[in-house]
């Protein structure tokens, strides 16, 4: 039934950004684009439609102004993972029920004025209303207003994706997967509020040439290392991403001797054991907790990986080993917050599938038990797209997503 699906989808190239200086590239094919905006078929209509509605109808955080509106991601999954239209309104129905309708800002926002509310969340309609007035001088080439605003000034919103634990990127991937116009200004609309201390890392290159106590090119051996690190001992006790600018404010030496000590000396290879060890936090460290549960924060490094994974092939070069190390600094940074958890990565080696393979676990996410929760289903697909993206000749991926999907019972993680 599911892999039926797959002749709805095309490899076509997605739109590059614009622009750009020379840098080391990172060469991976384009990721799979499904243009629901001109494909007529059912489901598709009702991707759009649903995704149009949640534009019009739901903010973008809500819940004092804390939570990121999840709608676009597991809709986009579920519709890629084969989802029939039915299914896609269930999602949309249990979705709705803890969004919020959009609320007006304090104010407008306008072109001359539109960086000074940067990390104000209270600005969010004004943002996306914003952004789409730009359509308007743009010709309604939402590529055109995303190549403007995420490159443009001395510190392009590009190097603050990470904020709001990564939401931002999460949701500009989304938008070129989907072709989707709404989910873009979306996205924009999400960097502009989410926007906080983390972009100084990225523009200001002081902090990169930092020179780190020791060197690893396997981001594995770097986060056993963070573990092994006294330093950070005891700083807390709960875990959450509350943790992470207090990290920052007080042992921010540290978090950096960590973050410069993994070499890029093959960008692609890197980025390919970044992915690998993504799977690895999430599925490896579900035996660290009393409840036993995976981790709703870890989860989120594997959904920013996919978005790098997206984007990558789209960004000038200049921009291919920033939007990495991005990554990287927020892997290290939720690891720490999450308290280390120990990483046993036999536990998905050694794991049986018992001829289980990917149909199965497209199935799961799409009429399982949790085929409603978002960062499952969003989760189970960034493992198959690793496993589409790199080989899987050892079955790791595979491994890793059966292993998610029969032991999955709920997300913990969570402080007190």
């Known amino acids: 039934m599911f892999s039926s699906f797959s002749s709805f989808s095309s490899p076509v190239s997605l739109p590059r950004f614009l622009g750009g200086d020379p840098g080391p590239v990172i060469d991976i094919q384009p990721a799979d684009t499904y243009d629901v905006e001109t494909n007529h078929e059912k489901r598709a209509r009702?991707?759009?439609?649903?995704?149009?509605l949640n534009h019009a109808k739901h903010s973008i955080v809500y819940h004092h102004l804390q939570f990121d509106n999840h709608m676009p991601h597991i809709l986009g999954s579920a519709y890629i993972l084969g989802a029939n239209p039915e299914h896609l309104d269930d999602i949309f129905e249990q979705e709705s029920k803890e969004l919020e309708t959009w609320q007006d800002s304090p104010g407008e926002i306008s072109d001359f004025d539109w960086r000074d509310y940067l990390g104000d969340r209270q600005y969010q309609r004004a943002y996306v209303d914003f952004f789409e007035d730009q359509l308007v001088l743009h010709g309604y080439d939402w590529k055109r207003v995303m190549n403007k605003h995420l490159f443009e000034g001395k510190e392009p919103l590009i190097n603050c994706l990470i904020s709001g634990l990564g939401h931002p990127l999460?949701?500009?991937?989304?938008?070129?997967?989907?072709?989707?116009?709404?989910?873009a200004m979306e996205a924009l609309g999400l960097v502009a509020v989410s926007y906080n201390f983390l972009h100084q890392y990225i523009d200001d290159p002081s902090y990169s040439k930092r020179t780190p106590s020791y060197k690893s090119s396997d981001p594995i051996e770097v986060l056993q290392k963070v573990t092994e690190d006294q330093r950070f001992?005891?700083?807390?006790?709960?875990?959450?991403?509350?943790?992470?600018e207090p990290l920052f404010k007080d042992h921010e030496a540290a978090v950096l001797d960590h973050w410069n000590a993994w070499q890029l000396p093959n960008p692609k290879e890197q980025f390919e054991k970044s992915q690998y060890a993504a799977v690895a936090l999430l599925v490896g460290t579900r035996h660290n907790g009393s409840d036993r549960?995976?981790?709703?924060?870890?989860?989120?490094?594997?959904?920013?990986?996919?978005?790098?994974?997206?984007?990558?092939?789209?960004?000038?070069?200049?921009?291919?080993?920033?939007?990495?190390?991005?990554?990287?600094?927020?892997?290290?940074?939720v690891y720490i917050a999450q308290v280390r958890p120990k990483i046993d990565l036999s536990s998905i080696k050694q794991y049986d599938v018992k001829g289980k393979d990917w149909d199965w676990v497209d199935k799961q996410s799409v009429e399982g038990k949790w085929?409603?929760?978002?960062?499952?289903?969003k989760g189970s697909r960034a493992m198959k797209e690793a496993a589409k993206t790199w080989g899987d000749d050892e079955q790791y991926y595979l491994k890793a997503a059966v292993k998610f999907a029969e032991d999955f019972d709920g997300w913990g993680g969570f402080g007190s």
């Not at 009702?46 to 149009?52: A, F, G, I, S, V």
């Not at 999460?170 to 989910?183: F, K, P, T």
């Not at 001992?233 to 992470?244: A, E, K, M, P, T």
């Open 293 to 333: 549960k995976y981790d709703f924060f870890l989860v989120h490094l594997l959904t920013t990986s996919h978005a790098v994974r997206v984007l990558l092939p789209l960004l000038p070069s200049k921009y291919h080993l920033t939007i990495v190390k991005q990554w990287w600094l927020i892997t290290i940074a």
């Open 371 to 377: 085929s409603l929760n978002s960062h499952y289903v």
């Open 170 to 183: 999460i949701h500009l991937g989304y938008a070129y997967e989907l072709s989707s116009r709404e989910i």
């Open 46 to 52: 009702t991707l759009k439609h649903l995704l149009k």
């Open 233 to 244: 001992d005891g700083l807390f006790h709960h875990r959450g991403s509350d943790n992470i």
